[in-house]
Nanobody, 112 residues
Framework: QVYLEESGGGSVQAGESLTLSCVVSGRTFSDHAFGWFRRAPGKDQEFVAAISWSGGGKFYANTAKGRFTISVDVAKNTLYLQMSDLKPEDTAVYYC?????WGQGTQVSVSS
């Protein structure tokens, strides 16, 4: 069993930054992949970024490349998503994911 709890969302202006956190509890292995997804109002869920628990194997959606950074702090059992130069189209609920496990989501709202 794996439990995921996101935090760090909020309301910001375009161009500002936010860092999302996802505390992971339960069983983890260094080669397991974790990811961030998002769902904007009226749209399908969208992949944002992924990383292995060892910190390698980073992969980003084109919309996230160059602006978002995914990372892991194993000592803190926490997954991060650093987001910079945020745009109104980044407005969504952001979810932490591992296989079939999902967090409850954290809302990010970006105004122009």
């Amino acid at each position: 069993q794996v439990y995921l709890e996101e935090s760090g969302g909020g309301s910001v202006q375009a161009g500002e930054s936010l860092t999302l956190s996802c505390v992971v509890s339960g069983r983890t292995f260094s080669d397991h992949a974790f990811g961030w997804f998002r769902r904007a109002p009226g749209k399908d869920q969208e992949f944002v970024a992924a990383i292995s628990w060892s910190g390698g194997g980073k992969f980003y959606a084109n919309t996230a490349k160059g602006r978002f950074t995914i990372s892991v702090d194993v000592a803190k059992n926490t997954l991060y998503l650093q987001m910079s130069d945020l745009k109104p189209e980044d407005t969504a609920v952001y979810y932490c994911n591992k296989e079939s496990y999902w967090g409850q989501g954290t809302q990010v709202s970006v105004s122009s």
